[in-house]
């Protein structure tokens, strides 16, 4: 049995349509670029044009990251990554000391600081770790998906939580220079002196 297409001339609410054009979508929807979301599931094939060219908002359904995320949070991981970032708060602050007794504490942080990335690492591929991050570095495919999705999931289903004028505000990163208030912890050892 072939299908049978004719010619769209206006959006009906509750239909299903598929291929058509931008440029019609467009005309026939009067919507501006802000006030349109499209989801697709390739981050270059399907979202750089649309973000990059028509102004659209974007969302990437990325089916990995669910198990991404049930790694990432799980006791393990967060005792791995707190660990992580605690033996880096305290090597920055205590990297200029000379002192023999605290040079030795100090190999033994890196040493603990170099277990900790490898477990974060093998805990989600024990080849090349996460898919978003490379220890404190956001991998290429992380970085592509920051900047052509507005949002990502795993599941569109994931959205069926929040109301339609639900505003999705992103987590402010703190740039090399700034301050990091959400992780920038100031611990520091008591001088015995």
């Known amino acids: 049995m072939s299908q049978t297409w004719r010619p769209v001339s206006s959006l009906e609410r509750g239909q299903i349509y598929i291929q058509g054009n931008v440029g019609d979508f467009i005309s026939m929807t009067g919507l501006p670029g802000a006030r349109v979301l499209y989801f697709g599931d390739h981050v270059f094939s ?24 049930k790694k990432a949070f799980s006791p393990a991981a967060k005792r791995y990554l707190a660990e992580l970032l605690v033996l880096e708060n305290m090597l920055k602050n205590y990297q200029e000391h000379s002192r023999p007794e605290l040079v030795a504490v100090m190999e033994d942080w890196k040493q603990r600081r170099t277990e900790a990335r490898r477990h974060l690492k093998t805990m989600f591929n024990p080849r090349f770790g996460s898919v978003f991050r490379t220890e404190k570095s956001p991998t290429y495919f992380s970085l592509r ?11 569109v289903d994931n959205l069926m939580n929040y109301s339609l004028d639900y505003t999705f505000i992103p ?11 959400n992780f920038d912890l100031d611990i520091r050892l008591t001088d015995p002196d």
């Open 145 to 155: 998906l920051s900047a052509f999705a507005n949002l990502y999931t795993a599941s």
């Open 171 to 181: 987590r402010r990163t703190a740039l090399p220079h700034e301050p990091d208030l």
């Open 46 to 69: 399907d979202l750089a044009d649309p973000i990059m060219q028509l102004g659209w908002k974007t969302g990437a359904i990325i089916p990995e990251l669910e198990a991404e995320m």
